[in-house]
């Protein structure tokens, strides 16, 4: 089992999680979390044993030269860290790694130790998926909880999904089996622009983590490489007809789909989300 040694005494933490893989299509979720990582200022707790769980012939070591010329190895694997949030009155631990190709259940029982050993009261997983959303809409942002209350606070749409699942799917379960509360939180991403990085699906998510702290984060370049991300797909689009018109048929459903919320009640909560948002200078567009 993962050792933590030296850990300072963690407030009312709750931690975010992502893995590579499966569960992170265009890598949005697990770039959400470095994301957060690289602005929190996190600092590294531990990482799992990589012989553990990893199939090195599927997930190959990476090796690098350093600044002062040695070759370094990197073994994959899933890493541990934490930031402290005054504002907010609490920290976060983050975890970001890979989904382990053998001996899920055992990785899942170390990521609840680690809840269990640092006082984690919440859980909240992110994860994407291809689906048949048009890239120039707002990206569709789906969720499920332990907690109803807290899907309808976040505005997140049902997920209704029944198949197959990965490791994010297999953490909420053990999670919310072992009494910790827990929260999955996916976006959709475009299956015709599949290739990652996918900016904008990150922005999405990272949003549904700002409403769910209640704390703006810092988003620095993220929103204009949406931006751009969306303009390089218009592009692509306009070069070839039948993509271009695939998109139109993607764009005709998704507004029929989302013209009921054009009510008062949808435009009062996004109010209440620009409101909360306000400390942040960075615009806003998902």
């Known amino acids: 089992m993962i050792e933590l040694e030296g850990v300072p005494e963690l407030v009312n933490p709750l931690m975010i999680a992502a893995f590579e893989g499966w569960n992170d299509a265009g890598d949005a979720a697990t770039a959400a979390v470095e994301h957060l990582e690289e602005v929190w200022g996190a600092t590294p707790l ?33 890493r541990i ?6 504002e907010l009155g609490r920290d976060v631990v983050l975890v970001r790694g890979i989904e382990p190709n053998m001996r899920w259940q055992s990785f899942t029982n170390e990521i609840l130790s680690v809840c269990h050993e640092l006082g984690v009261e919440m859980v909240v997983t992110l994860g994407a998926l291809l689906a048949d959303s048009p890239h120039t809409r707002p990206v569709p942002v789906s969720g499920t909880s332990s907690d109803d209350a807290l899907s309808r606070s976040l505005n997140l749409e049902p997920s209704r999904y029944e198949g197959p699942t990965g490791i994010v799917g297999v953490v909420q379960d053990a999670c919310t089996r072992a009494g910790v509360p827990a ?9 015709y ?8 699906a990150t922005l999405a998510l990272l949003r549904h983590i ?27 689009a306009a070069e070839d007809g039948e993509v ?39 615009p806003r567009r998902d």
């Open 210 to 236: 700002e409403d769910l702290l209640d704390v703006p984060i810092p988003l620095g370049e993220l929103p204009e490489d949406a931006r751009a991300w969306e303009r390089g797909v218009d592009d692509l």
């Open 193 to 200: 622009v599949a290739q990652p990085p996918c900016p904008k």
């Open 46 to 78: 531990a990482a799992l044993d990589p012989e553990d769980y990893y199939d090195y012939q599927v997930n190959r070591p990476m090796v690098s030269v350093d600044e002062d010329g040695t070759r370094v190895v990197t073994w994959p694997t899933t």
């Open 244 to 282: 271009a018109e695939y998109v139109r048929s993607l764009e005709e459903v998704k507004d029929v789909a989302d013209a009921p919320e054009a009510s008062g009640d949808a435009i009062a909560r996004e109010f209440e989300r620009y409101l909360r948002r306000r400390g942040n200078d960075e």
């Open 183 to 191: 929260l999955s939180i996916w976006a959709a991403v475009p299956h």
């Open 81 to 86: 860290s934490f930031a402290r949030l005054p």
